[in-house]
């Protein structure tokens, strides 16, 4: 069974902060592939990276980075110098390979920034 | 292009009425999914459907029904609403080769609220 993690519920930062959104997932495909959105205030989804299962080379991305590690199956997300436009509900998601092939997400991660 | 479309955007039914909610693509797209939103639990998959004319339950189909009787559309109904349908309902579509490979595209969104 598939299952990702998003222990954090909700965190609360002071604009400038680097912030990071832990991940962790569960899953027994070997091929696999890990996203994260983001959820702005006005409710859509957005799209923000995917890394698949053979790629655990760490992206950088303007503020945001992603630390992916297999050895401890977590996919985290760090925001550097925050804004207040960051603040959002992120999901990380996973998917896998075979059948159905739709995304499982954690609950989510409420980030607010106050400036 | 349009994308994903969802219409209606917000809804408010009684308990035990009717309703469909549409989903439609215009991406050519095979594989389409149905989410919902709940506070603190993320998004999970109702129903989806891998092609024209198929469907598939999800993790949380009970109380839904779906139908694909064209590929461009993805409808979700409700044969008697409960308040416990209450949620926000995203549909998402993909290419079935790029399933996992590519982030879905999903639609905005329809609030649902069930009094």
């Known amino acids: 069974a598939q299952k990702v993690t998003q222990a954090q519920t909700e965190i609360s930062v002071v604009e400038k902060e680097d912030v990071t959104l832990d991940c962790v997932y569960e899953?027994?495909?070997?091929?696999?592939?890990l996203f994260w959105y983001k959820q702005p205030p006005s409710g859509e989804l957005v799209f923000l990276i995917r890394r698949n299962s053979f790629d655990e080379q760490n992206e950088i991305s303007g503020r945001y980075s992603w630390n992916f590690q297999k050895s401890t199956s977590s996919f985290n997300f760090t925001i550097t110098a925050s804004q207040v436009v960051d603040s959002a509900v992120y999901f990380c998601?996973?998917?896998?390979?075979?059948?159905?092939?739709?995304?499982?997400f954690g609950s989510g991660t409420r980030l607010q920034v106050q400036p | 292009n349009a994308g994903v479309t969802q219409t209606p955007k917000f809804r408010v039914l009684k308990t035990g009425q009717s309703m469909t909610l549409l989903c439609a693509q215009d991406?050519?797209?095979?594989?389409m999914y149905w989410y919902r939103q709940d506070p603190g639990m993320g998004l999970r998959l109702i129903h989806y459907?891998?092609?024209?004319?198929?469907?598939a339950k999800g993790e949380v189909p009970d109380g839904y029904n779906v139908s694909r009787l064209k590929k461009q559309n993805f409808l979700l109904g409700l044969e008697s609403a409960a308040p416990s349908q209450t949620s926000v309902y995203f549909c998402a579509s993909s290419y079935s080769e790029e399933v996992g490979r590519r982030p879905l595209h999903f639609g905005n969104g329809t609030r649902l609220t069930v009094t």
């Open positions: 991406m050519n797209h095979e594989y």
């Open positions: 998601a996973l998917s896998y390979d075979t059948g159905r092939r739709a995304l499982t």
């Open positions: 899953t027994r495909d070997t091929t696999y592939y």
């Open positions: 459907s891998v092609g024209e004319g198929t469907t």
